[in-house]
């Protein structure tokens, strides 16, 4: 994981959101009814080494790059964050995150639990959500059924779900998703209740208050 040198503020632009979950607990399913929701949102897509697989396009899923190109990335401080993933390099672009923010772009990230950790500490201002799977027998059924039969495999996700899942407590917000429509409207609320923090407001009302002396 890299360190990144660079920080900027969020204050008076653009919010960022980082959202994590195991897999099988639908966060891609409610990301994009919220994406769809409001078109302000930015998707943030992350660069990776792996080969793109069928039916993923270039720069819509990721963007799919060489290990050297994305190494000489990391060299030039262009990752927010990056990890290794089962032998393939994945990372956040630091240019993207900066440019769509001071547009007044909100953005939302989709990384795992290490590389929001990494984000939180190191660029201030985002909100940071946990989506969490009803129950364990839930996520296990889901997980089935997208394959994973395999009892070695099986077990293998479960347990990464689990580690995920401990690293919740430092996360601004949990969603259980044990109904698609209430974890949407959770997100929902959770977005516009942070479009409307008093930090992110400050600026404009110092302005208010300038203009009316």
């Not at 994981?1 to 399913?29: C, I, W």
């Not at 792996?50 to 262009?78: L, M, T, W």
Request: glycine share 8%; net charge neutral.
């Amino acid at each position: 994981m890299n360190k990144p040198d660079h920080r900027f503020e969020m204050q008076d632009q653009g919010l960022y959101m980082v959202v994590s979950a195991p897999s099988g607990a639908g966060k891609t399913t409610i990301c994009k009814k919220i994406l769809k929701m409001f078109p302000n949102i930015k998707y943030s897509v992350s660069y990776t080494t792996r080969p793109a697989r069928s039916g993923e396009v270039d720069g819509r899923d990721y963007h799919f790059v060489s290990e050297e190109d994305f190494r000489e990335r990391i060299a030039n401080g262009g990752f927010a964050e990056w990890s290794e993933n089962f032998g393939y390099l994945y990372g956040t672009s630091l240019d993207t995150l900066k440019e769509n923010l001071h547009r007044g772009f909100d953005l939302m990230l989709d990384v795992e639990t290490q590389g929001a950790r990494a984000i939180k500490q190191h660029y201030p201002g985002g909100a940071f959500i946990f989506i969490m799977p009803p129950s364990m027998e839930e996520l296990k059924k889901r997980l089935i059924g997208r394959g994973f039969e395999d009892r070695e495999n099986l077990l293998r996700r479960i347990n990464e779900a689990r580690d995920m899942i401990k690293e919740y407590d430092w996360y601004d917000y949990v969603i259980f998703n044990d109904s698609l429509k209430n974890a949407v409207d959770c997100f929902r609320s959770i977005y516009l209740a942070e479009k409307s923090r008093r930090s992110r407001w400050e600026s404009r009302v110092k302005r208010f208050l300038d203009t009316s002396s």
